[in-house]
């Protein structure tokens, strides 16, 4: 018999590119993984999917395949060498998948959700800016972590992104973390100044999961197709993944005995048709 888990569903999201957001998914799953979870990852940036690259993985299927018919789930996951983390990888180079068609959605909710392996977290990997495929797949996420960097266009990106979460979707709680910093105090400045914001126009609560410090080891690791936590593991910053991954770890499980993903695909569905 196939154990069904409660599946902790979270997105990892960035109102621009550059502010490090699949650094910060892929990272985090190999931290869960290495305190146990089986964890997944979905690359749901649809037409300049990389996060293979930063598990040194060569995506044969993606995505594309999947929504085309041409292969299951199963034969486009990939399995890092860490056994407890897989991910499915998203397309590339690919602009018919920029915005996935009302069939192509309901197709990709239903192949996720039939995930026949046990799984505890399902880390959405979505791709930069504000579109509307990447907006559903956040306001569908159980959990939303939204990456920010000190610079004015990422402060202004998830801003915008968080108010069309909010006022459109009916989203109010969002997890910050802020990414680069040179110090403590550099990153709880640059969250007071998005709450300074946020508290000034929208009805919205941010925690502050935590900062990610600027560290020349994630370059390295990345030029060796590697992460950070895995390549450098006593580095700063693969320390820091490593606390955030326990704080992730205590947050709260859905209180039905379903998995989340058949949750995840409902309000997928559900944004599809109220919009």
């Known amino acids: 018999m196939i154990t069904v888990n409660a599946v902790q569903v979270i997105a990892v999201a960035g109102g621009r590119g550059?502010?490090?957001?699949t650094n910060v998914a892929v990272n985090l799953a190999l931290a869960l993984a290495a305190l146990g979870r089986?964890?997944?990852i979905l690359d749901a940036d649809l037409t300049l999917a990389n996060a293979h690259l930063l598990l040194g993985l060569v995506a044969k299927?993606?995505?594309?395949?999947?929504?085309?018919?041409?292969?299951?789930?199963?034969?486009a996951m990939l399995t890092h060498k860490r056994k407890n983390v897989r991910l499915l990888p998203g397309a590339s180079g690919d602009l018919s998948m920029a915005n996935l068609s009302v069939a192509q959605q309901a197709g990709l909710i239903h192949a996720v959700s039939e995930i026949s392996e046990s799984l505890d977290?399902?880390?959405?990997?979505?791709a930069a800016g504000i579109s509307?495929?990447?907006?559903?797949f956040v306001q569908a996420s159980r959990q939303i972590l939204v990456v920010i960097t000190d610079e004015p266009a990422s402060i202004n990106g998830a801003y915008n992104l968080i108010k069309l979460l909010s006022q459109n979707y009916g989203v109010t709680h969002f997890h910050i973390v802020t990414n680069m910093t040179r110090s403590?105090?550099?990153g709880r400045a640059?969250?007071?100044?998005?709450?300074?914001?946020?508290d000034r126009f929208l009805s919205v609560v941010l925690d502050y999961l935590g900062d990610l410090p600027f560290d020349e080891k994630v370059r390295s690791a990345a030029q060796k197709y590697q992460c950070v936590f895995e390549a450098y593991p006593k580095s700063n910053c693969a320390i820091t993944y490593q606390k955030l991954a326990q704080k992730i770890d205590r947050w709260p499980l859905p209180a039905y005995?379903?998995?989340?993903?058949?949750?995840?695909?409902?309000?997928?569905?559900?944004?599809?048709?109220?919009?």
């Open 184 to 186: 403590l105090h550099e």
């Open 132 to 136: 509307e495929t990447t907006l559903k």
């Open 38 to 40: 089986q964890t997944m």
């Open 121 to 126: 977290v399902l880390i959405i990997d979505t």
């Open 18 to 21: 550059g502010c490090g957001k």
């Open 190 to 198: 640059l969250f007071a100044r998005l709450v300074q914001i946020t």
């Open 61 to 75: 299927r993606t995505i594309a395949d999947v929504l085309c018919g041409t292969c299951s789930v199963e034969q």
């Open 257 to 275: 005995p379903r998995a989340h993903l058949e949750f995840f695909g409902d309000r997928l569905l559900t944004a599809r048709s109220s919009s």
